[in-house]
Structures are given as C-alpha cells and as structure tokens.
C-alpha cells in the first residue's frame, strides 16, 4: 500500500467527526467507522475492542471478521495479541499474526483468512478503554506512517468514548462514568460518610478532538507553549525558593521547553487533532512508556510531564484551575495525593477524602483524622473514573469506595450509617462517667490531636485530655520555619481550649515520612529507622530550644506536660530532659514565669528502650507507647507497607508478654504508663491493654466512646485471667479467648 498523507488522515478523522455527528444507536456508529478506517487504509479488516470490565476485552464492531463474533468474542488482557496490546499499551505490528509470540487464534472470527495485523490502545490519559486493530491478507509490516496514523485515530476514539458516543443497549458498551464501580484500597483513617465527588485536578474533557485548521491548531499549541514556560519561569524568579524546590522546577523547564514535546504535538496537529488533542495523546503515550519503564526515578518524571500537560490544557481550554463547577453538597474530596495545607483550605466542608496514593502516616492522613473525617488511601484510578457530582460512599472502615452506587448498595450503607449513629448516641450518655471496669478500675481515656480544630472533641467525646498532641503539623504546613512567638501563642490557644485539663505536648516528630517542606530530604534507604524525631532535635539544637521555649511561654505558670518522640537508649532522654529544665531556668532567669509543675515524659517506640536502665524509668514521669511504630519494630513489619501491616495481630501473645514487661517495669518505678496509637481505640485491643496495667489510653475522639462502654461492662480481673490463661496454652494469638469469653456476657 502506498505511504499515507498528511491531508489523507485529515480526511479520515473529519469522515469520522462526521459520521459521528450523525444520529443513530452506539453500535451504528462503531459499524460505521470500522469501514471509514478499512476503506481509508486499505485493509480488508478493523476491529474494535472495547473493556467490558477492568479485566475483559469484547469484540464491540468489526469490518471484514464475522459479524455474529461481535459482543460474543472476548478476551483477557495480556491474551492474544490483542490481550497483549491492551496490557502494553503499546502497538503491535506483525507481518504473519499467527506465528507472533502469544498469538491466539479465534475459530469464531473467521480472521485465518488474515496474515498481517496492527493493534494500537484506545487509551486517554493513561486510562485504556480498548483496542483498534487492522489486518489485511497480504502479509507485510505496516509502515510507521501507518502505525501513527492508526493511533491518531485511536486518539480521536478514546475521546469520543469518554464522550459516552458509543453508548448503547442490550450488548453494545455501556456509558463511561456511568456505571457503578468499587475501589479497595486502604484505610487512612476510620469513619462512613455519603457524599458527592469533589475533584481536587478536574478534569478537562476535550470535546473537539478534531480539527480543520492545522495551521490555527499550530498557533494556538505554539502560543500555549509560550505562556506556559513564561509562567515556570517566573516560578523560578522567586528568591523564596529553597533548592530542592529550584530543582522541580528546573526539571519542569527542561520538560517545557523539549523541542521534541513541541513537535510530536505539531505533527500530531498535522494529521487532523486539535491542539488539546494533540496534547493529550502525546500525554497518553508518555505514561504509556513511562509505566512500563521499571527505574523509579523516571516513573516519577510522569507526574511532572502529567502536571505540565494539564497545565498546558487548562491554558489551551481558558479553564484555569478553575471549571466553574460548584463544590457540591457534602462534597468528598478524590485526588492523586494532597498536601496537608491545601486539605486544611478544605476544612470541615469535606465529608470525607479518597486518594490514590498516600499512606496511614502521611500528612493527608494526619489531618484528614484531626477533622474527624475518613480517609481511604491507595484506591487506584478513582480520578481517571470518577467526576464532579458523582455520589460516593466510602467505608472508612473497610477501605472501600462505591462510586455511582446502586440503590440496593445505597440502602445497606445507610443502614450501616444508622446503627453507628444510634451506637453514638447511647455512647453520648456515657460522656460524664468515668471509665471504671466492673473490678473498681477506673481507665484514663485521652484524645489524640494535632490542630486547634481537634480541641472542641474533648467536650464532644467525654476525653480527660488531650495524650498527644502533634506539634508537627504547624511546622508541615508552612513553607519556612515557624517563628518562637507563633508557637508561643498557638500552643497557649490549646491550653486554654483544653480548660485545665491535662494536655501531653509531643516535641517535634519529623522524619520518616514527615519532611519539612523547608528542610533538604535525606534519600534514606530507610526513613523510619533513620534521621527521625528526637533524633533530629538533638542534632539540630535551635529548632528543640525554639520549640521548648515556645512551650513554656505557653505555659503561662500553668502545668506543663512534655514527651520526646523516639526515644531509643538513656542517654537520649537525659540530654533532651536536661535540655527542658535548663530552657526552665534560663526563662525563670529572665523573669517569665515557669510553669507551676512540669511532667516530662518518652514515647517508647523501640524495644530497645524497654530494657533501659531502672534510672530511665525512675527519672521519665511518664512513658507513652507510640504503639504504631513500636508494632511495627517489634514485627519488623513496616507499617506503611500494605503487605504486611496488618499481617501481626496485636494481641499476639509475644507482644501482649512484650507490654506486660514495660508495664511491670513502670509499675516498679511509679512511672505513668499509656498506650497512645490506633490500637488503643479499638474496645477489644483497649480492654486487654486495660488488664495488663495499662492505666491511660490516648485515641482518636470519636472511639472514646466505644471503648469507654466496654470497659464499663467488664471485669478486668477476669480479662487479665482469661489472657494470661490463654498465654499459657501456648496460642498464637489471645483474641479467640477473649472473643469467646466476651461472648459469654450478659447483653
């Protein structure tokens, strides 16, 4: 066949752009531009297939097969060179199909009469929606014209898919966006709430993916281009940029200004797309490549050239950020990842947050439980999926989104809904009592905070105070270092929220996965273990001695409650605690008032530290299990890795023996021990921390409840003879004997 033109693919996509417009059923219009795309390219076949589900092609219209295999042939991704094409996202291009690797023959398709075969995705924005094919009978390798041209094509398809221009009844394809869907991902924090998708990024939606003037296209992709790397660069004049942020933006430029970017998208223009069309198939065929290339540090290029690409739609469409879309009733934020200050913009008009990346101790996560709303992390492709107004139910709970959901799924959850909020108001009645067992044992309950937005939960949730409150968050959501007065005063707005109830300051937690955004990243291989918390206080004496400073100004003669995170040997507590009350004298010394009393506290996060000398014990006023990370020590199991996270039950016998050891060694020295961490407001896992001596439990607001009407049913005498009974019969794990103890209760 001879070399196609420029001017000839023109044709074909404005025959296609006029076929379409033309009135008939989904399955019409697939019939119709199967034999436009044979007839222009000289095949005897086009085949269109298109995802019945996530894992499932379906031969949806085809040109030259046998037209009863349309909607009964089907195929898994990877089967067949079709199959494999939808898994690549990359053309296929064979001379002789059938002796190609992977090759599966059809009886049902009549397609042994065909030797050579092209196959490129259907795919926008790394979303594949299917696959186009062409064979002939002559066996030859189809030209790179031919294969660009073909998934030129392919472009235009993918959009008028997303369109809903297929759309049809009985077996044609159903609508995109339309159906309901579910994604499992992870839990970021807890809680059910029904809403309406808000996106973070909209999307753009091209609606003019063809176009009659390529030169026109041309001057507006140019133009666009321009505007584009004027706005980095004066990105880049700003003197307020720290390095690592120069160098993002230095890798934008470089992206920006690729003379090879430009003119894909100029010759794509060439063959009949719009300039936004353009854009995006060259950024479809960038993740395409991209997701398949294994070094990580390309991978995460995709974001950059993924950003800059929206950037550059939203220039060419006038959109901007913003679509004109209005925030919809109990709106539920769905984004790739969000940073913990633009989540705050949000604040408390959001019912709940879904993303596709983050983890249960990133910043997102953090806030996301400091206004008391779920978080479901790791739920892949909901942005490519989901759109604005779209009704959402995200289970918390279970780490999982029903998108779009069905009226019988609709009914369960508010069920679900219901019983929750029937249990709390019976737990509101419980608000003023006292957490005291059966036995006489009464059980501190305190909250866990981190914002000023935390504070009013105290009231709300009968708390005693406040057992940890994450100091890092004002420094995270800042772009330079807070200044001592600031501090100063924020913390003294929580002491007075907190109404002389007693409230536990945790020194700055930042490492690991907590990085300034001010401060350079340490590439550790592995950051929890490495330059993290109290270790990085020591280190950096001026930003421990700012915050101490600020903490006992706060204070205002008031008592004063200080832990230091990851506390690991003696030593590190005694230098940071002799850090404390020299930072009390020097204030004494210049005449501000020192707090009436001063409890300083470790957060036992290691092993290692619960096998500290008697004199660590003797001298710490309090120990507080950081029991996330002392989990995840213990199990050497990481708890940011979905894996294996949830793989160690915490009421494992080793571990129950492991906390047994640290409370019987702070019994011996009088030290105050509690348990501080999402386990401690899980009512079982409390209550059994309650029987091994643990007197103080600090949670999330909303558990206090739950955990206090356990704890108020029971005898901790019997739980602790039913764990340690258990423990003697050499079982695994105690939460069978408790489980089955409990069961034996009264109602």
Partial sequence: MPERSESDSRKLLRRLRDSLALPGKGQDRLDRITHLIADSMGTEVCSIYLFRDVDTLELCATEGLKKEAVHQTRMKVGEGLVGRVARTATPVNAADAPSERGFRYMPETGEELFSSFLGVPIQRVGEKLGVLVVQSRTARQFSDDEVYALEVVAMVLAEMTELGAFVGEGEGPGALHRQPRIFRGGTGQE???????????????????????????????????????????????????????RQVLEAYRMFARSRGWLRRMEEDIQRGLSAEAAVEKEQSAARARLEQ????????????????????????????????????????LVARNIGPAELLEYGRKLRGVVL???????????????LVIPLIIHAERITSEALNGDPILVDGDSG???????????????????????????????????????????????????????????????????????????????????????????YARVMDAAKGRPVAFRTLDIGSDKVLPYMKPQDEPNPAMGWRAIRVGLDKRGVLRMQLQALLRAARGRPLTVMFPFISEHEEFVTARNELLHQRDREAAMGHPVPETLRIGAMLETPSLAFAPKAFFESADFISIGGNDLKQFFFAADREN??????????????????????DRCAESN?????????????????????????????????????????????????????????????????????????????
Wanted: glycine share 8%.
């Fill in 191 to 245: 809680g059910t709430a029904e809403g309406n998708v808000w996106l973070h990024e909209p999307r753009v939606v091209v609606t003019n993916p063809v176009a009659d003037d390529p030169l026109t296209e041309i001057d507006r992709i140019r133009d666009a281009v321009g505007q584009l790397r004027i706005s980095i660069d004066d990105l880049l004049s700003a003197e307020s940029l720290d390095k690592d942020q």
């Fill in 293 to 332: 290339v294994p070094d990580a540090y390309l991978r995460e290029r995709l974001n950059d050239l993924d950003d800059l690409s929206n950037r550059l739609l939203r220039i060419l469409t006038g959109q901007g950020q913003d679509t004109g879309a209005t925030m919809p009733e109990n709106p539920i």
């Fill in 356 to 370: 596709e990346e983050g983890s249960v101790g990133s910043h997102a996560a953090i806030v996301a439980r400091a």
């Fill in 400 to 490: 999982t989104v029903h998108l779009r959901p069905d009226e019988v799924v609709v009914r369960s959850f508010r069920d679900k809904m219901a019983m929750q909020a029937k249990a709390q108001e019976r737990y509101a009645s419980l608000r003023g009592l006292p957490a005291e067992s059966r036995c006489g044992t009464v059980t501190r309950l305190y909250m866990n905070a981190g914002l000023m937005a935390d504070l009013p939960s105290i009231e709300n949730s009968g708390a005693e105070g406040v057992g940890l409150f994450r100091t890092e968050l004002q420094f995270l959501i800042r772009n330079q270092m807070p200044k001592r007065d600031e501090l100063a005063k924020l």
């Fill in 642 to 663: 979905e894996r294996v996270r949830r793989r160690y039950d915490t009421l494992n016998t080793s571990f129950l023996r492991f906390l047994r050891l640290i409370a």
């Fill in 671 to 747: 030290a105050q021990l509690s348990f501080c961490g999402e386990d401690a407001g899980r009512p079982i896992e409390a209550m059994v921390f309650a029987s091994l001596g643990i007197g103080t439990l600090s949670m999330r607001p909303a558990s206090i409840g739950p955990v206090k009407s356990l704890l108020r049913q029971v005898d901790l005498r019997e739980v602790r003879a039913v764990v340690t009974a258990a423990m003697a019969e050499g079982v695994e794990s105690v939460r069978p004997a408790v489980m089955g103890w409990l069961a034996t209760l009264p109602e």
